[in-house]
């Protein structure tokens, strides 16, 4: 494996809301009630969100799940990843499940930072308003098929239109796809890196 340096160049995190008005976050709810995310991504991440928006067709907005999380986060996502591998394929051993659940969450021991971990990656998707989300998976497909971003000839035509609509917009403002996961971006993370065959990262981990 290519050696690749983990450096972080000091950029502040801050709230996408306040940088990316035509980008809109994810709604959570809360004691009865619906509230908007508030997420964060490093300030370069930030523009570059403002460009993928501008790159897709009009009334279309890119919608933010997910970006930076705190350790706290991480860590439960990993478990939660586990526990459902775990449910799924009762026969295996713990080393494979932790190594299998490691591909769609990063666990904290890893010597390789999550991306979401630096403020460098964000998890995004397709709407026409916060409500009304473009259809972006279908239950066709075994679970690795579905999440997997090169699987346009299997997907629905529509779904497959607007997947790839999604992955040129974020592509041309300068993101780097994972490509077991449609829906995750990013940039300046180790991930990037080795994807992009940069020397070294712009982001480490942030820990809080």
């Known amino acids: 494996m290519k050696k690749i340096a983990i450096a972080d160049n000091g950029e502040p995190l801050v709230e ?4 990316c008005p035509g980008v809109l976050i994810r709604q959570y709810e809360k004691g009865g009630s619906s509230r908007i995310a ?22 279309i907005h890119l919608m933010v ?8 986060v991480q860590r439960q996502l990993f478990l939660n990843w586990r526990n459902r591998i775990q449910r799924l394929n009762p026969d295996w051993s713990p080393e494979k499940v ?56 299997k997907l629905p035509p529509k779904i497959a239109k607007n997947r790839k609509i999604l992955y ?7 993101f780097s796809n994972l490509p077991r996961e ?15 065959g940069a020397k070294k990262t712009h982001y480490d981990k942030i820990v809080n």
């Not at 799940?65 to 706290?72: K, L």
């Not at 040129?168 to 300068?174: E, K």
């Not at 449609?182 to 992009?196: E, I, L, N, Q, V």
């Open 16 to 19: 996408i809301k306040k940088y």
């Open 168 to 174: 040129q917009a974020m592509s041309q403002a300068g």
């Open 98 to 153: 932790n190594k299998v659940a490691s591909n769609y969450a990063v666990p904290l021991e890893s010597k390789l930072p999550s991306g979401h971990l630096t403020g460098g990656a964000v998890d995004v998707t397709l709407c026409r308003n916060a409500k009304r989300r473009l259809p972006m998976k279908t239950k066709r497909l075994s679970f690795k098929e579905q999440t997997a971003t090169n699987t346009y000839k």
């Open 182 to 196: 449609w829906w995750h971006f990013s940039f300046g993370d180790w991930w990037w890196a080795k994807r992009t």
């Open 65 to 72: 799940r997910d970006a930076w999380r705190p350790v706290a």
């Open 38 to 59: 508030n997420l964060k991504v490093r300030k370069t991440v930030v523009k570059m969100l403002s460009q993928a928006q501008s790159f897709l067709p009009p009334g």
